[in-house]
């Protein structure tokens, strides 16, 4: 009796498309060869929330869960700015900003979100994502501002762009994708946070 070969399983693995798998995003279909696919972006649908100031321990964490669930990755400072002008506010006061970065804290503690510390260790750019959620998603930038796009985001489309052939500056390459226009001095300086993170890696 011939036994079974015992490399039969490894070697049907090796023919499977794992690399395919394993792609975080699905590539949008009319997508060109050699261009980079952004995924959609998915806004938080703003509505009526209580006041951080005064709202009791626990009630802001649904609705800060609720934000992470439908932008994340999101900076931090965005989701926190996104609750408090759902809750009337207008400036994200340090007062406003300590209750809702508490129920991240609990979020985190409870497992329901990640809460990872900015690569370049600037506070207000940590980045929230629910936990099991990738933490780097390439989307397209939709009602965020450039700054409001976590660094690490714009860091893996340069590295996306570069590996495409995009040609000569990174940083106006991201701009193109995103379709704006001027590189402001501000942009000048976030885009070149995000080209040094995507050389270092």
């Known amino acids: 009796m011939e036994l079974p070969d015992p490399l ?8 499977w498309p794992l690399a395919g798998w394993a792609a975080s995003e ?10 980079v696919a952004l995924a959609a972006y998915a806004s938080w649908e703003p509505r009526p929330v209580p006041d951080p100031r005064s709202a009791g321990r626990g009630v802001i964490d649904p609705v800060l869960l609720e934000i992470v669930a439908a932008e994340g990755p999101v900076l931090a400072r965005r989701a926190y700015g996104l609750y408090n ?11 406003a900003r300590a209750p809702i970065s508490g129920a991240a804290y609990r979020l985190r503690m ?6 990872v ?6 506070e207000d750019d940590d980045v929230l994502h629910l936990a099991g959620q990738p933490a780097v998603r390439v989307r397209e930038l939709g009602p965020r501002a450039l700054d409001d796009v976590p660094v690490e985001e714009i860091a893996e489309l340069m590295r996306r762009l570069r590996a495409a052939g995009a040609e000569g500056d990174l940083r106006r390459a991201v701009l193109d994708r995103y379709g ?15 080209l040094a993170l995507a050389e270092a890696e």
């Open 110 to 115: 409870d497992g329901r979100i990640e809460l």
């Open 117 to 122: 510390k900015a690569a370049d260790s600037l």
């Open 8 to 15: 039969a399983p490894s070697t049907a693995v090796a023919g």
């Open 180 to 194: 704006l226009v001027r590189l402001t001095t501000k942009a000048e300086e976030y885009l070149g946070r995000a």
């Open 26 to 35: 699905p590539v949008p279909a009319g997508t060109q060869p050699g261009e």
């Open 85 to 95: 002008r759902a809750a009337g506010g207008r400036k994200l006061t340090s007062i």
